[in-house]
C-alpha cells in the first residue's frame, strides 16, 4: 500500500483547506484510513479516521465540527476538508492506513493501529 498526501499550504485563520491522499497499490486489504498531525515539538496527533466504505467516521475533539473525513472511491482517495482553520492548525499532516480487521473507534486514534503513513503534507495557518 503507498499513500500519497496532497493539498497542504498557508493559509489565514478561518479559511478552508482541504487535504487529498492518494491510496495505491492491495487497497482490498484496508479496513480503516486516518490523518494525524504533527507540529514541531510534539508528538504526531490523532486528527479524523473513517472506515474503508466511508460509513464511521470518528474525529479528535479539537477538530470536531470544523473538519470532515470522507473517502472517493472513484479516484481510491481520501480527502480531509478543513474548515474554520486556526493557527493551532499549524503542521504537518499525515495520512495513514490499516489492515487490521474491523474498525474500532478507540484503536483509530492511535499511531500504533497503521501499518502504511504517507509522507505528509505542510499546513501553515497564520493569525
Known amino acids: 500500500v503507498q499513500l500519497q498526501a496532497s493539498g497542504g499550504g498557508l493559509v489565514q485563520a478561518g479559511a478552508s483547506l482541504r487535504l487529498s491522499c492518494a491510496v495505491s497499490g492491495r487497497t482490498s486489504n484496508i479496513y480503516t484510513m486516518g490523518w494525524f498531525r504533527q507540529a514541531p515539538g510534539k508528538e504526531r496527533q490523532f486528527v479524523a479516521s473513517?472506515?474503508?466504505?466511508?460509513?464511521?467516521?470518528h474525529y479528535a475533539d479539537s477538530v470536531n465540527g470544523r473538519f470532515a473525513i470522507s473517502r472517493d472511491n472513484a479516484k481510491n482517495t481520501v480527502l480531509l476538508q478543513m474548515n474554520s482553520s486556526k493557527p493551532e492548525d499549524t503542521a504537518v499532516y499525515y495520512c495513514a492506513a490499516s489492515t487490521r480487521a474491523l474498525y474500532i473507534v478507540v484503536r483509530t486514534t492511535e499511531p500504533a493501529h497503521y501499518e502504511y503513513w504517507g509522507q505528509g503534507t505542510q499546513v501553515t495557518v497564520s493569525s
Open positions: 473513517i472506515n474503508w466504505s466511508g460509513s464511521r467516521t
